[in-house]
């Protein structure tokens, strides 16, 4: 099957001998026994050029995938038997990443002292072919991409917040509708402002957006502006965990289920995934769903 996979690629009895190490003549009967064994042609033969038959291609491709499993099943077992080396290039939104990814990554190169790490932490979404990354940390919505293969892993909670003292002046919203008569500290990069999300009745989701005087392209820097008394926030619960936990903050609305980001890795699909790519897919599916909880 190899013998003959390699002569559809070339084209060419003589081009498939010279790069498998063999004779014209052995590979010709390398393919021959084949067609000899299935009782049908496989490859034209002409002077001047081969070609597959029909069924050939069909058979052509069965080949392929067959050997890149069988190819798949020899690194598997040779990831066994070697430590976790090489480099990992991983790309993650900017305080997702720090926050989060970050620390299991550095763990993990804690264990393995042959894994090399090179992060980028960005909200752009980087192409992993072309950019050259091995997995990529994703959150909200994942849109289907053809090549890529994605598996949810935890899904962070948004909640609204504000510091005790803006409470005290503004008064606490009793209802989501309440929410436009506040000021809101508003996330925008570039365009318009995103709308805040809240669960709604069924699978229905509610959109509101509460007039913001401030706008910040850092979720770290709203942080601080609602711990400042600048306005209710729109954040991740994780992001302000230990600012709640002070009291610098309070849930909002405790009581209200939060709308959920999911959070997704994803990779290039390939026959065989490297091992220190699904050591870090399982290191990080293990540890978020914690830290978000």
Not at 108 to 134: I, K, N, Q, T, V
Not at 146 to 163: E, F, K
Not at 236 to 256: A, I
Request: aromatic share 6%; hydrophobic share 45%.
């Amino acid at each position: 099957m190899a013998v003959f996979v390699r002569v559809a690629d070339l084209g060419s009895f003589a081009a498939a001998a010279d790069e498998l190490a063999l004779s014209a003549t052995m590979v010709g009967k390398h393919v021959r026994f084949l067609e000899e064994r299935l009782r049908v042609q496989l490859i034209h033969r002409t002077t001047r050029q081969h070609s597959l038959t029909e069924f050939g291609r069909t058979y052509y491709e069965r080949c392929r995938a067959i050997l890149a499993e069988a190819d798949a099943a020899d690194a598997m077992a040779t990831d066994q038997t070697h430590a976790l080396h090489g480099r990992l290039r991983v790309t993650a939104p900017v305080h997702f990443g720090r926050h989060c990814v970050l620390p299991v990554l550095l763990d993990l190169a804690r264990h393995y002292p042959g894994l090399e790490l090179d992060l980028s932490f960005s909200d752009r979404l980087a192409d992993l072919a072309e950019d050259g990354y091995d997995l990529a940390v994703r959150t909200g919505t994942l849109e289907p991409i053809p090549g890529l293969v994605s598996r949810r892993v935890a899904s962070q909670a948004m909640i609204v917040c504000a510091a005790p003292g803006y409470l005290e002046r503004h008064g606490r919203p009793a209802t989501l509708n309440e929410l436009i008569h506040h000021d809101a500290l508003a996330y925008r990069r570039s365009g318009p402002v995103p709308p805040w999300i809240f669960p709604a009745d069924g699978c229905a989701l509610s959109e509101i957006n509460p007039p913001s005087r401030i706008r910040l392209d850092d979720l770290d820097a709203i942080a601080d502006a609602a711990v400042a008394e600048a306005g209710l926030a729109w954040l991740p619960r994780w992001l302000v965990r230990e600012r709640l936990r002070r009291g610098e903050l309070v849930d909002v609305f405790p009581d209200e289920p939060g709308y959920m980001y999911d959070v997704h890795l994803a990779w290039q699909q390939t026959p065989h995934l490297a091992r220190r790519i699904r050591v870090a897919v399982e290191a990080l599916a293990a540890a978020l769903p914690e830290t978000m909880a």
